[in-house]
């Protein structure tokens, strides 16, 4: 059966909070953001595993990090369906395969394409990579701003909230986690 949330819905929604969902300026709102929200979270139509297609030829040598910083984050928290917003960095050591750059921005885009918290997020992002490359260390730092803290409850504008995710080599090796900390730094 399905539950799917339809135009008629989000008109209920718009009247619900006292506005007139007939009124011009909000005629075409409810397709809109169903459209929207499709969008939003499209990330569960994705297989991470599939976006990672890895390379052989080229890594064989490379035994250093490889560093993506600045990657968009657009997600909305499961708590309250807030916007939060902010840049993910990804590192790893290969093993023998490398993977497209432009992959490691589509796998934070299909998981920040979900209802998260940040902190899962971080850890999807890294296990996924490990799952997929099996490299020898992967780093993901996510550094967001919250919609939920800083336009209700608490109300803290500019507030950044930084989760990091250190897996394979980098767990144990404190000379590799403070190289990859540097790399990832702005």
Not at 39 to 67: C, M, R
Not at 90 to 116: A, E, H, M, W
Request: net charge neutral; proline share 5%; glycine share 6%.
């Amino acid at each position: 059966m399905s539950q799917e949330f339809t135009e008629n819905d989000w008109r209920r929604l718009i009247a619900s909070i006292g506005e007139n969902p007939d009124r011009p300026g909000l005629l075409e709102t409810p397709a809109r953001v169903a459209k929207a929200w499709k969008h939003w979270t499209s990330g569960y139509d994705q297989n991470p595993a599939e976006l990672l297609k890895a390379f052989e030829d080229g890594a064989e040598q490379y035994n250093e990090f490889i560093v993506v910083r600045n990657i968009p984050v657009y997600s909305h928290c499961e708590h309250h369906l807030a916007p939060f917003f902010g840049k993910a960095t990804i590192g790893y050591i290969p093993n023998g395969k490398i993977v497209g750059l432009s992959k490691l921005t589509r796998l934070v885009d299909c998981f920040s394409k979900r209802l998260q918290v940040q902190e899962r997020m971080t850890m999807q992002i890294a296990n996924a990579l490990m799952e997929v490359l099996e490299p020898k260390a992967v780093g993901v730092v996510v550094k967001c701003r919250h919609l939920c803290m800083e336009s209700r409850g608490i109300r803290t504008p500019g507030e950044e909230t930084v989760t990091s995710a250190m897996l394979g080599e980098l767990q144990p090796n404190l000379a590799m986690r403070t190289e990859f900390l540097a790399l990832a730094r702005d």
